[in-house]
């Protein structure tokens, strides 16, 4: 059996899945830090979940390569470009 290892890159894999959790996780630290009628439990899984989005994001910056990305725009054509008209 070969085990394929996905990038973050890869499309269709865990990058989407990362990113719904981000969503996820985003909105409901938004939930727990807009109002002031929060328990103080509240207040400490909000800490929790922030300190949690933080290592999610280095963790998904980390693993992003944009040399692709790179590439393809810089070799696009400029619009002062010579050889463009």
């Given at each position: 059996m070969t085990i394929k290892l996905c990038g973050m890159n890869d499309v269709g894999t865990r990058a989407e899945h990362l990113h719904e959790l981000f969503d996820i996780w985003s909105f409901a630290l938004g939930y727990l830090t807009t109002s002031s009628w929060h328990?103080?439990?509240?207040?400490a899984q909000a800490e929790e979940l922030e300190i949690a989005?933080?290592?999610?994001?280095?963790?998904?910056?980390?693993?992003?390569?944009?040399?692709?990305?790179?590439?393809?725009?810089?070799?696009?054509?400029?619009?002062n470009d010579e050889t463009s008209t």
């Open positions: 328990s103080p439990h509240e207040h989005l933080e290592l999610l994001e280095h963790h998904m910056q980390s693993e992003f390569d944009i040399t692709p990305y790179a590439k393809t725009i810089n070799e696009l054509k400029k619009p």
